[in-house]
């Protein structure tokens, strides 16, 4: 009889403190204050790990023989977006990528521009937010070479990516943005070309952005503009990017 | 974190000197149990948060690329013929049915939905990977200092000398103790003041073994730490090696955490809990005497 009741107490205990600490983290999760306080930890990973790193440490490129068989698509597969699906069906000969914001010269370049400019190719290890790694070969003009063209002002602090799909959960479509560490790193590059073909639209037609030292989600596809900005705040919802508006890191680098 | 070895565990190494037990013996100094307890949390919110952004993506693989078809572990749901959804989880190969548990479980509204690990394990308790993602990565610093603190104090104090470092001369001298008990040549007891070597084992590969290896291969699995220190996920046999070795370790720290729960339970909840609590373990009359020859 003791030990029934002893186990009957038990129980209700773990079921009580369970409740207790699964609402608990829940209701913290919906408070404005813990969850700012529970961000706090992203600005210090960001200083940690800049400060341990040398700023054109390198990641790490692979041979040939590791490249997936197949590269996944995620997110956007064919933007839903008129303009986009005109410029495709024609090949992209129309796109034209507009460079402009917080520099002294404006630029407006087309895809058979850009391919004339220097170029890199590496070969990278992508690592989505969600847990999956693919190696792909990726081949375009590296960002710094394009920014060197426009010339930033001194006022600019980040290069903001605007991209061609509408996405469901808010009225803008995706955008993403990085800040000079990673925009004059040099592999930080605007690709156009996928395992030595050109871009498909599934990746990110026509070019799309590699920042090899972040999570997938900062490697915009579909670009369609690039600004220079000095504040984040006024884009979106104001926190740098289409997933850091739905509470992801803008510092991608975990 | 000490808990009553009890009857039925070997015997100790340290003699019994006194025939009498004391009524009462002070085990856990106050940072101890702090600490203690601190860990306790946020052991149990990482694991609470790990598991969340292991549903983002419910399968581990070995070297760098996670090749679909090369999972080594999956968990995931198929519809049957009829339309039932049923959760599957194949290890190396062999598929199991865990429907209700793992691959499909029920949400709060009684449906069975694809999903790793059920709503109960998951922090927050619902597909939330961003906000996993944020709990996990700032308690992983209270984490880390908790741990570091303890390695610390448990050098200076010599708690990790005298309580914690296994020793293999335990070993064979509870081995022998075991021989001789089953040879009914003699009936020794276990200690209160002191670990078993099983619980030196134990304690010292969760704190010392699990506890590196969890956060060493959790920072092997950064991008941005990858391209800081290339060796580090090379070291543990490519990014998605050390993606399933952090599983596997964390999931090892939450074995251990059922256990020593277990533990507790099974030898004196009310002395145990209380005794990490206050620092101070108090023995029955039943064990009072217990360690007289």
Known sequence: ?254 | MITNPGPASTASATEVTSPRRPWRTFRHPLPIRIMHWVNAAVILIMLGSGFQIFNAHPALYWGERSDPDRALFEMKAIKTEVGQLRGVTIVLGRAFETTGILGASRNSAGELKARGFPLWVILPSGQWLAMGRRWHFFFAWLFVLNGVVFAVYSVMTKHFSKDLMPRWREFLVSGRALIRRVMGQTLERPTIEKYSPVQKLFYFGVVFVCGPLVVFTGLAMSPWLDAAFPWLPSFFGGHQSARTIHFLTASAMAVFTAIHLFMVVATGFARNLHSMISGWYYVSKVNRYYGKD
Not at chain 1, 180 to 203: G, K, M, R, V
């Open chain 1, 1 to 254: 009889m003791e030990k029934i009741d002893r186990r009957r107490f038990l129980v209700r205990l773990v079921n009580a403190l369970s409740a207790v600490s699964v609402s608990g983290c829940d209701a913290l999760s919906q408070s404005e204050r813990f969850v700012q306080l529970l961000e706090t930890a992203e600005g210090v990973n960001r200083r940690t790990h800049r400060a341990i790193t040398p700023s054109r440490a390198m990641a790490r490129e692979y041979d040939e023989s590791e490249i997936s068989a197949v590269f996944p698509t995620n997110g956007t597969t064919f933007p839903d977006d008129p303009v986009y699906r005109e410029l495709a069906a024609n090949g992209f000969v129309d796109w034209r990528l507009q460079v402009g914001g917080l520099v002294r010269r404006p630029e407006s370049l087309s895809l058979a521009e850009i391919r004339q400019l220097p170029a890199r190719t590496q070969i990278t290890r992508h690592d989505c937010v969600e847990g999956w790694s693919a190696i792909a070969k990726w081949t375009g003009v590296p960002l710094s070479v394009l920014l060197d063209r426009v010339q930033p002002l001194p006022e600019a602090r980040y290069v903001v990516f605007r991209c061609a799909d509408p996405m469901n959960k808010t009225s803008f479509k995706y955008y993403e943005s990085i800040d000079f560490e990673d925009a004059l790193h040099p592999q930080t590059i605007l690709a156009y070309e996928l395992n030595d073909q050109p871009l498909p639209i599934q990746n990110g037609a026509p070019i799309r952005l590699r920042v090899e030292r972040q999570l997938g989600y900062k490697s915009a596809k579909y670009i369609m503009r690039i600004e220079l900005v000095d504040d984040l705040t006024p884009i979106g919802s104001g926190r740098g990017g289409y997933w850091e508006d739905q509470g992801y890191e803008w510092y991608a680098g975990i």
